[in-house]
Every structure is written in C-alpha cells, then in structure tokens.
C-alpha cells in the first residue's frame, strides 16, 4: 500500500474532480464537503511522503512504474525530499483557497471545486513525473485549469487578462514541445533520470545542439516563473483573479522555478560533461534583474492586488539568485526561502481581499477611503506579512534572505547579490509602508458605519492559518533547514536517481548507458537486457 502513495497525489483528485462534476451545482453542499476532504487526503499524502522520503536510508527517491512498465519508456512518477515538499505546499494552499472560497467566491461561476482539484492534480503531476514530455502534459492539465479559474467571477479586467495569459502560454507550450524535440533527437530519451546520465556522454559538437533545447527550456521556465523579461503578464494577472484563486496561483510560479532546479541545476549540473551548467551565465544575472525591477514595480503600484504581485515576481527572483549560484549551500537556502515565499505571498492574497470588502468602492486601491471594519485584526495581520516579505527578525523572510547572503558570500558574485538583496528588502519595506499608511491611517471620515462584509471568521481563519505556518517556519527554522540540506544533497546525488528510477523494476542494481548514436538510445538494466 505504501507504494501507492506515489500516485495517489495524481489519481486522487482526478476521482474527486470527476465526482464533483457527476454531483453539478445542485449539490454544493456535498461538493464542499468533498473538496475540502480531497484537499485534507492530500495534505495529509504528502506528509506521509515527506516523512518516507526523509526517513530512507540516504533519502532514497521512491519511482512508480505506471502499468509496470520499464522506467524508461514507462509514465513514471518519482518522490524524493523536494517533490514532496512541493506536495505540501500545494496541498496546503488547495486546502485554504478551498476554506476561504465557501463564502461567495465557489458561488460565483460552476464547478470551482472541481477545477481545484484538476489545478492540483496538474501541479502534483508536474511535481512528481520523472520524464519531461509527462512534464509537459502535467503543464497542460494544470494551465486549462487554471484558464477557467482565472475568469472565475468574470468581469472585464479578468477576461482582458485571460486572453493575455492563455496567448502567452500556448507560444510556451510551442516552444516546450521544440526543445524536447531538440533534447530527444540527441538522447533518444525524455527520461530525467536516464537524461541525466546520458548528457555527460555527448561529444562537444552534440552537447552545443543540447544546449539550445535547454535554453529552450529556459525560457519556457522562465515565462511560467515569471523573470525578467517573461514577467509583464503576472502582475495584471494576478491582480485581476478572485483571492482564492490569486492565492492557489501563489505556487503555480514555483512550478518554473522547481523545473529550472530539475533540469538546470540537476540533469545539467556541474556533472553534465560538455554541457555543464548551461544556464550558468544567465540565470543569476536574471534573477537580480527581476529582483530590482518587481521591487520597482511594488512601489509604483496603484493597488494592493498589485504590490502583491510585484512582490511575488520578486520573491521569484530572491529563490532564483540563490539557485544561480550552484551550490549545495545556496540551493537549501533558496528552498527555504521559497517554502515562506509561497506561505506568505498567499496570504497577502487572500488579505487583499480582506481589506478590499471593507473599504467599500475604494477597494483595494491605494487611495484614502473610510475605515475598515477591523482595523486592529487587518492592521496586524498586514504589519506581519509586509514584515516578513520585506526581510525583518526574527521573521522566516528575515532567516531565508539570510542564508542565501551566507552561501553567496564564498562566491565572486556576493556583492552583487548582498547589494541586490538587501537594497530591494529596504524598497519593499518602504512600499508596504506607504501602503500600511494608506490602508488604515490616512482614513475618510464617513457617516456609514464600516462594511463588515470581509469580516467572516472562515476568511479571517483562513489568512492567520497561512501567517501561522510562516511564524511556524521560523520557530522550526533548524529541523526545516537540515530537510533542505539534506535535499539539496540529495539532488546532486545523480547516480543514485537514477538507480532509484531506472532500476526500479529489478532493485537498486547499476544502470549503464550508451550515448546516443542516431537510433533509439539503449538503456540496459539488471541483468543486461536491453
């Protein structure tokens, strides 16, 4: 049984997505019901995987075979210490979108629920497939999803938006498909695990094409990480989804960013022969550049949906400053820093919303409009959240900031990271301060009392629980911090990746390659069948 629980992320919301649509909009209690349990089971999946992974002797990565076929032509779903960290996140934010979508919003358009569970079975699959043309499908199912979920509620602004953002992606899509032509032509395989052995076996002349495809791959990353320059479409985006959605999505940027640490860090990493550390010489350089031009874009914003936004794109860059380096060390920080990242910028989402249906047609504009509802609740949960975007102790953006300044600090680009980094940690603050101010200081006085429409304890619940896993990651800072050691270890072991996948029909036992010679590559596992 344990064994299924590889696959059960994937399946189990593809059943409950299925059942909600046979149930309609005419049983929404039930369909609530069942959403929030789905979300529930896979939380606590991923927990449970968090636990195996970290528990096997060396954090062995646990492959299943789809229909038992051999690994490198068969769907395979590998977990390992990243992927299932990557689980729980997503099964956490499905969780609370969840939770805070039973006011109104899972009312305003059909089958919201449903479209939850096909967004996270997407994601789960993109987390969890060892191959890169199932990394492609899984991208598919998880942006058709979020297609319709973006124009949940309709609306001009989300329209308007949803065009851009379906027009962008299909160009991605195109672009996904000619680099893994460019990447199979030369291996012979799509096959991480398989991939990873066989680019060290290409010939200076081969591994230029290969580089090509990946840089491909770079870009396509890129858009769906959303980095200078592919990340104009994000902040309107974002800006123009309901909460809960706004907040689901806060991961779906950690999708890119975890496909650049899969390809870029780890199957082209320093072990990849002639085309080693391929996206070396652009990745850090892009990452600060995004870093400095979303805290520009936070300070000019004309709403708070808006300064989230930039803020998301800046925490993008802050995770891919550190993933640039190429170390070990700065790997674990840039994880870190990216499980607060995704706690937190869902959590200013959600209070976005918060404050919006307080001010009345003000919204979330950021113009004096009369005073809040709660202004002691919403005051301090803004105050904890810009404190820990921005970088302040003993706050976990504070600890995660920290420790990519620490593993850069050996390397000959930390001035350019420290002078980065902590520049844009000052104009972040400064931007949410001016915000704060707007929000619940420079008031209107108005003759009707506050609206009070925000005020639900679900929706409130719902923000403090994501705030309380951020001070959580903080109090737990040390156990957290050896987990993401321990994975980045774990994904610079290749060798045992890929025993633990291409041997997984017969045992841990040596795989051994041929480089691709024109034909279909061979791959021979235990006992010498090929």
């Known amino acids: ?51 195996l992974t970290d528990a096997d002797a060396g954090g062995l990565s646990r492959a299943y075979g789809v229909g038992d076929w051999p690994a490198y032509i068969a769907i395979v779903l590998v977990a390992d210490r990243l992927s299932a960290l990557m689980l729980v996140l997503a099964a956490t934010l499905g969780l609370v979108s969840t939770v805070f979508a039973l006011s109104r919003w899972s009312r305003h358009g059909p089958y919201f629920y449903a479209l939850v569970q096909f967004l996270l079975m997407g994601l789960n699959g993109a987390f969890l497939t060892g191959d890169l043309f199932n990394l492609f499908v899984f991208f598919e199912v998880l942006l058709i999803a979020s297609y319709v979920l973006l124009v949940h509620g309709q609306g001009r602004e989300r329209y308007k938006a949803g065009v851009h953002y379906v027009v962008l992606n299909l160009v991605a899509s195109a672009l996904f498909l000619i680099g893994l032509a460019v990447i199979y032509a030369l291996t ?52 123009a989804a309901s909460a809960p959605v706004a907040a689901l999505f806060a991961i779906m940027t950690k999708v890119g960013v975890y496909s650049i640490i899969r390809v870029h860090g780890v ?23 995004t870093i400095a031009l979303a805290v520009l874009g936070a300070l000019a914003a004309h709403s708070l949906a808006r300064l989230a936004a930039y803020l998301t794109v800046a925490s993008v860059g802050t995770i891919l400053a550190g993933v640039g380096l ?26 976005v919303e918060l ?79 001016r915000a704060g101010t707007v929000l619940f200081w420079n008031v209107v006085p108005s003759a009707h009392a506050p609206a ?22 903080a109090a737990f800072a040390s156990p957290m911090k050896r987990y993401t050691d321990a994975t980045a270890a774990q994904l610079a072991d290749r060798a045992g990746y890929a025993r633990a996948v291409l041997g997984a029909q017969g045992g841990p036992a040596a795989v051994t390659t041929r480089p691709y010679q024109g034909g279909a590559g061979e791959v021979r596992l235990p006992g010498g069948k090929p």
């Open 326 to 351: 190429f170390t070990p060390a700065a790997l674990s920080a840039s994880l870190y820093y990216m499980v607060h990242s995704t706690l937190v910028m869902a959590a200013l989402f959600l209070l």
């Open 188 to 239: 012979g395989t799509l096959n991480m695990a398989d991939l990873a052995l066989r680019v060290a076996q290409l010939d200076a002349e081969q591994a230029v094409l290969l580089k090509i495809g990946a840089l491909v791959l770079l870009v396509v990353f890129g858009l769906k990480a959303a980095i200078v320059p592919l990340y104009l479409w994000l902040p309107g985006t974002y800006a």
């Open 267 to 289: 199957m082209l990493g320093p072990e990849a022969g002639h085309a080693a550390l391929t996206a070396q010489p652009w990745l850090l350089p892009v990452a600060l550049s």
């Open 1 to 51: 049984m344990i064994e299924h629980l590889v696959v059960t992320p994937v399946v189990m919301p593809l059943a409950v997505g299925a059942v909600m649509l046979f149930l309609g909009a005419r049983r929404r209690r039930w369909e609530a019901g069942l959403a929030i349990g789905g979300c529930a089971a896979l939380l606590l999946n991923a927990i449970a995987l968090v636990v």
């Open 452 to 473: 009070a429409s925000g005020s639900s304890w679900r929706l409130s619940s719902a923000t403090l629980g994501l705030l309380g896993l951020s001070l959580l990651l």
């Open 355 to 433: 404050v919006a249906s307080q001010r009345g047609d003000i919204g979330d504009r950021l113009q004096p409009a009369a005073p809040v509802a709660q202004p002691v609740l919403l005051g301090l949960m803004t105050l904890l959240g810009a404190a820990s975007v921005a970088g302040l102790p003993p706050l976990p953006g504070f600890l995660g900031k920290l420790m990519i300044l620490q593993s850069a600090a050996p390397t000959p680009a930390h001035a350019w990271v420290w002078s980065v980094v902590l520049l844009a940690g000052f104009l972040t603050l400064v931007g949410l301060a």
